[in-house]
């Protein structure tokens, strides 16, 4: 059992932990897992199931309240007779025998959290508090999947887990980092009192298919707008930095935490570091040409120009980049364009994980680059846009 914070190196004295449920002994025990998996039917959530369930020896609970997750995340498991999902709210307590327990469920968009704060609030604390108290009840094992938001608009740069943040304690964010970090202190808490077996991963932004469209984070916002030939909304001043991590390199950090002895928190995340604008010139390039929408321009004297039914339209040809030349014609693809929006209050400045700690504990790092990751989610943004890809 892990019987020290990384957080700092402090020693802490536990107690052993609780005896597993008597399930365990019992004589037509299975040899399974049982892990409880909740907010699964979210976006992490969703592909964590998905790896837990090609181990055979799994079983999987998904309880999700389906605020941001949706049933349609986990249709290939529905009806397996190793996997059951629950509509269940984790604020109210819950009853179940599991050996393991991700705890997922929390809002993790900034404009879902801010939706109903004080909900927000409630999910962390009391979901928390009901999910370590179910913790401590079968003895099971538990994970929770803090952020890098606990860190607040860091002043230390890149952030290592020793760092104790600069959050605003009353600011709109605050909901959300703010009930992160009680989540994390509950979850120690539990820990030093009932020696329960606690895990914590500190996430940084993670990206890949599933996420919302439209749900406003980033990445998902830049891809559909691209798809769609929307301008990529760049929120002001464009020079603030997120690390973007590949939800399979995520999901891999979060099942070897589980299975580690290090309590944590890890920092979870790839150290790869954009500006705001640095992403959205990346995804310009690998989706801005994809979306098919293309100009057709005939030769006109010594340029180019449209056909249209009253003659020649002569037309300033800027980017070259977008132009191919098909039996005489001129192909323009329409240029994607950058606009700049106004920010919302408190949004971090810098944020880069320092991964030490994954690596030397965990021997995790991530292994999918941010142009490598982007095109894993074209299919899946076109599939729900509706954006057939042009030959
Ligand atoms: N995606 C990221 O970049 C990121 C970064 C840091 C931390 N995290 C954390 O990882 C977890 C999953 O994030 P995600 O990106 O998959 O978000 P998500 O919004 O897609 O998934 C959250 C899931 O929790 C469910 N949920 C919300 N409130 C609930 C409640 N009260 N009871 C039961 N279910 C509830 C939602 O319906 C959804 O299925 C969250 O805890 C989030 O804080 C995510
Ligand atoms: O990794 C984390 O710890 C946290 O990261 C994200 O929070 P945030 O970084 O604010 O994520 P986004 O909403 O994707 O914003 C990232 C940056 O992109 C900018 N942005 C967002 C949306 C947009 O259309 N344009 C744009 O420039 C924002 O201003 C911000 O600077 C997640 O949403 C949180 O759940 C998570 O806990």
């Not at 938001?149 to 605003?168: C, K, M």
């Not at 984070?217 to 990529?232: C, H, T, Y």
């Amino acid at each position: 059992m892990a019987n020290n914070s990384s957080n700092g190196g402090e020693k802490t004295t536990t107690k052993p932990p609780p005896q597993p449920s008597p399930l365990r002994n019992s004589k037509f025990f299975q040899s399974n897992m049982r892990i409880l998996v909740t907010g699964g039917a979210g976006f992490i959530g969703s592909h964590l199931v998905d790896k837990l369930m090609e181990n055979k020896k799994n079983e999987v609970i998904v309880v999700d309240n389906f605020f941001t997750g949706s049933k349609d995340n986990l249709r290939k498991w529905i009806g397996h007779p190793r996997f059951e999902l629950i509509r269940h709210d984790v604020t109210e307590p819950l009853l179940v025998e599991v050996d393991q327990i991700y705890h997922l469920a929390c809002p993790a968009s900034p404009i879902f959290y801010k939706y109903n704060p004080v909900k927000t609030i409630k999910t962390n604390v009391i979901g928390t508090l009901n999910m370590l108290g179910l913790a401590k009840r079968v003895g099971a094992r538990i994970l929770l999947t803090s952020t890098s938001e606990v860190y607040g608009d860091p002043l230390v740069h890149p952030q290592p887990e020793s760092y104790w943040g600069n959050v605003n304690p009353i600011g709109v964010r605050s909901c959300y980092d703010e009930g992160k970090r009680v989540a994390e202190t509950l979850m120690f808490d539990y820990h030093r009192q009932h020696g329960i077996e606690i895990r914590i991963a500190r996430i940084f932004n993670t990206y890949g298919p599933r996420m919302n469209i439209d749900d406003g984070r980033v990445v998902s916002n830049f891809i559909a707008q691209a798809l769609r030939d929307e301008p990529l909304t760049v929120q002001l001043p464009g020079t603030q930095t997120r690390s973007f991590c590949y939800v399979s390199d995520m999901v891999d950090g979060l099942i070897r935490l589980m299975g580690g002895e290090h309590s944590g928190p890890i920092n979870i995340g790839n150290p790869g570091e954009f500006t705001m604008l640095e992403l959205a010139e990346t995804v310009k390039e690998e989706f801005g040409l994809a979306s098919g929408k293309q100009d057709q321009l005939h030769r006109w004297g010594w340029g180019w120009g449209h056909l249209t039914k009253y003659g020649m339209h002569k037309i300033v040809i800027k980017h070259e980049s977008r132009m191919k030349l098909a039996g005489g014609i001129l192909l323009i693809n329409p240029e994607v364009e950058i606009k700049k929006v106004e920010n919302t209050p408190d949004d971090p400045r810098q944020r880069k994980p320092d991964i030490t700690k994954a690596k030397e504990l965990l021997g995790w790092e991530p292994k999918l680059k941010l142009r490598e990751g982007l095109p894993l989610m074209e299919e899946d943004f076109r599939l729900r846009l509706g954006v057939a890809k042009k030959k």
